[in-house]
């Protein structure tokens, strides 16, 4: 079963903003930080950033520093990313995704994923 | 890309498909490998190098040595046809994919 729960499709204008949302157990909640992967159509994964559950502590990639935010309430479990000044570019689905105690850093437990489009 | 894959490779069912993942961070940085069919999250297949998690088929395995880490698929079924990324920590921080590989089975 789907251990990472996501919120649902979003279609945005460029220069908006768009939250994501991530849910899970207390367990997995945590239990390691979570990390957000996003995949262009027809392109890669491109790792963009990791948050501690714990701490609140983030990180992101260079190219998204300035317009991502990684926060998380730890009531409901959920884990959240915004990224701002949305351009056709960020159309994508992205991931959120956690390394299990198992598996060192790798990426075990997957969200199903979130279509972000951003059009005109 | 820090990590460094061909763009694809082909084989034929029962034969082995070796996938490399070329990257400066190796060998002090681990290398894991994931699989992704269309439409579906990627699965992670082998981590830390070598190991494999539970449920992952004995066919699937990963070795490094030097600057190269390396998946190996053993006797290649159908099933197997899919998008296979690498995944290690980034030369600036953080973590990064390769490119992917695109596995067609003949």
Redesign the interface.
């Given at each position: 079963q789907v251990q990472l729960v996501q919120s649902g499709a979003e279609m945005k204008k460029p220069g908006a903003s768009v939250k994501v949302s991530c849910k899970t157990s207390e367990h997995i909640f945590n239990n390691n930080d979570f990390?957000w992967?996003r995949q262009a159509p027809g392109q890669?994964?491109?790792?963009m950033?990791?948050m501690n559950p714990n701490s609140g502590n983030s990180?992101?990639?260079?190219k998204f520093r300035g317009r991502v935010t990684m926060t998380r309430n730890t009531s409901t479990t959920t884990a959240y990313l915004e990224l701002s000044g949305l351009s056709f570019e960020d159309t994508a689905v992205y991931?959120c995704?956690k390394a299990s105690k198992?598996?060192?850093?790798?990426?075990?437990i997957?969200?199903?994923?979130t279509m972000v489009t951003i059009s005109s | 890309y820090d990590l460094t894959q061909p763009p694809s490779i082909s084989v034929s069912p029962g034969q082995t498909a070796r996938l490399t993942c070329s990257g400066s961070a190796f060998p002090n940085q681990?290398c894991?490998w994931?699989q992704?069919k269309p439409g579906q999250?990627?699965?992670?297949v082998?981590?830390?190098d070598s190991?494999r998690?539970?449920g992952i088929p004995e066919r699937f395995s990963g070795s490094s040595s030097g600057t190269m880490a390396t998946l190996t698929i053993s006797g290649v079924q159908a099933e197997d046809e899919a998008?296979y990324?690498c995944?290690s920590a980034?030369t600036?921080?953080?973590?990064?994919?390769?490119?992917?590989t695109k596995l067609t089975v003949l």
């Amino acid at each position: 079963q789907v251990q990472l729960v996501q919120s649902g499709a979003e279609m945005k204008k460029p220069g908006a903003s768009v939250k994501v949302s991530c849910k899970t157990s207390e367990h997995i909640f945590n239990n390691n930080d979570f990390n957000w992967v996003r995949q262009a159509p027809g392109q890669g994964l491109e790792w963009m950033g990791w948050m501690n559950p714990n701490s609140g502590n983030s990180d992101s990639a260079q190219k998204f520093r300035g317009r991502v935010t990684m926060t998380r309430n730890t009531s409901t479990t959920t884990a959240y990313l915004e990224l701002s000044g949305l351009s056709f570019e960020d159309t994508a689905v992205y991931y959120c995704t956690k390394a299990s105690k198992t598996t060192g850093d790798g990426f075990d437990i997957w969200g199903q994923g979130t279509m972000v489009t951003i059009s005109s | 890309y820090d990590l460094t894959q061909p763009p694809s490779i082909s084989v034929s069912p029962g034969q082995t498909a070796r996938l490399t993942c070329s990257g400066s961070a190796f060998p002090n940085q681990y290398c894991y490998w994931y699989q992704q069919k269309p439409g579906q999250a990627p699965v992670l297949v082998t981590y830390k190098d070598s190991e494999r998690p539970s449920g992952i088929p004995e066919r699937f395995s990963g070795s490094s040595s030097g600057t190269m880490a390396t998946l190996t698929i053993s006797g290649v079924q159908a099933e197997d046809e899919a998008d296979y990324y690498c995944h290690s920590a980034g030369t600036s921080g953080g973590w990064v994919f390769g490119g992917g590989t695109k596995l067609t089975v003949l």
